[in-house]
């Protein structure tokens, strides 16, 4: 003797046989089963329209062969992140998306080592499907090439000040000071991960991958306007 076995499935009616009755028990428990997890997943990927991240065209100075784009170690490094919008009601008050990167030195053997890095927000845009946050980016020296930077630029200010001021309490006084005001990127390939965020929720990820080149020393280019005094 058969039995016929019924299940509703997304409001489809699905027969099945089977020689005992445990068998129509078994067979409804995995239509049960697995059904949930198609829908959820038919859901998931309805809905997963990944974030977007793109290095400002103004920022590459130029292509590798393989097309990584390069950019200076002393020039601005200007990314856009997109992501779906939000929903929006109208009269509705929320804050703006911000960012947060990871970033990682490629090494010549291929292996990642995690750097520093910063950003600095500049402003962002709203339309009715994709939201974007602009920003700057910045991989700092290591602390020791920050230093013999910071000290290079000193040594060429101090050639100009008379000697009775230039004293080791000045000078350390100064050097303090410059310190904080290096801009000059690590040189190097690296890949960043761009974290896309809404409050502290993460909205959207996307890694931007860019080779920076040395094309000089933040010391030669000088700090306009600065005093060592």
């Known amino acids: 003797m058969k039995w016929r076995c019924f299940a509703n499935i997304s409001d489809e009616r699905v027969e099945s046989t089977g020689t005992r009755r445990g068998s129509c028990v078994d067979s409804s428990l995995r239509y049960l089963l697995v059904t949930p997890l198609v829908l959820l997943s038919s859901l998931a990927f309805a809905g997963d329209k990944p ?7 103004k920022s590459v100075v130029s292509r590798s062969s393989s097309g990584l784009a390069q ?9 856009t992140c997109s992501a779906p919008a939000r929903p929006y009601s109208w009269g509705e008050s929320r804050s703006p998306l911000k960012i947060a990167t990871v970033a990682h030195q490629v090494l010549p053997d291929g292996s990642r080592k995690l750097v520093p890095s910063e950003t600095n927000q500049t402003g962002g845009s709203y339309a009715t499907e994709v939201e974007s946050v602009f920003f700057h980016f910045h991989i ?3 602390p020791a090439e920050r230093d013999a930077e910071a000290n290079r630029l000193l040594a060429k200010m101090e050639k100009s ?7 080791e309490e000045a000078h350390q006084r100064a050097l303090e000071r410059l310190r904080e005001f290096v801009y ?21 990820v996307a890694v931007v991958e860019l080779e920076v080149l040395f094309k000089g020393r933040f010391s030669d280019a000088g700090l306009p306007g600065f005093s060592p005094a």
């Open 140 to 142: 700092p020296l290591e």
């Open 161 to 167: 000040m008379p000697s009775e001021q230039v004293t």
């Open 51 to 57: 974030a977007s991240c793109e290095l400002v065209g």
């Open 184 to 204: 000059q990127h690590r040189v190097g390939r690296f890949e960043v991960e761009c974290r896309i965020l809404d409050g502290d929720r993460v909205t959207g």
């Open 71 to 79: 950019v200076s170690n002393l020039g601005d490094i200007q990314i």
